[in-house]
């Protein structure tokens, strides 16, 4: 086959190289809120390393950092409304259940 020919019957598909999630001027630090809570699931859990496009020495250093936000009560351990919810509406119905002798 000639190389024109096998340039051509290539892949289709355009490739796109995604953007890296933290920038080389980010500071990956327990005080910068901002680029923390984007690691962070809606129930407080700290997104693995396949799902943030992180490299490992950068997954250890924003898991570090959350973890110290977490002891300097800067972020909750979990998020817990769901629960507190689920926990709110059970009590509003037994509470309205009285017994009758």
């Given at each position: 086959?000639?190389?024109?020919?096998?340039?051509?019957?290539?892949?289709?598909?355009?490739?796109?190289?995604?953007?890296?999630?933290?920038?080389?001027?980010?500071?990956?630090?327990?005080?910068?809120?901002?680029?923390i809570s984007r690691f962070i699931?809606?129930?407080?859990?700290?997104?693995?390393?396949?799902?943030?496009?992180l490299t490992l020495k950068q997954?250890?250093?924003?898991?570090?950092?959350?973890?110290?936000?977490?002891?300097?009560?800067?972020?909750?351990?979990?998020?817990?409304?769901?629960?507190?919810?689920?926990?709110?509406?059970?009590?509003?119905?037994?509470?309205?259940?009285?017994?009758?002798?």
């Open positions: 086959m000639d190389k024109s020919k096998r340039s051509f019957l290539k892949s289709k598909r355009s490739f796109r190289r995604r953007l890296p999630p933290i920038q080389s001027g980010d500071r990956i630090d327990y005080r910068n809120m901002s680029l699931s809606e129930q407080g859990k700290i997104l693995s390393r396949r799902v943030n496009r997954q250890r250093l924003i898991t570090i950092a959350i973890k110290q936000a977490r002891i300097l009560s800067l972020l909750p351990f979990l998020n817990n409304e769901k629960q507190l919810e689920r926990i709110e509406s059970t009590t509003r119905t037994t509470g309205l259940r009285t017994r009758n002798k």
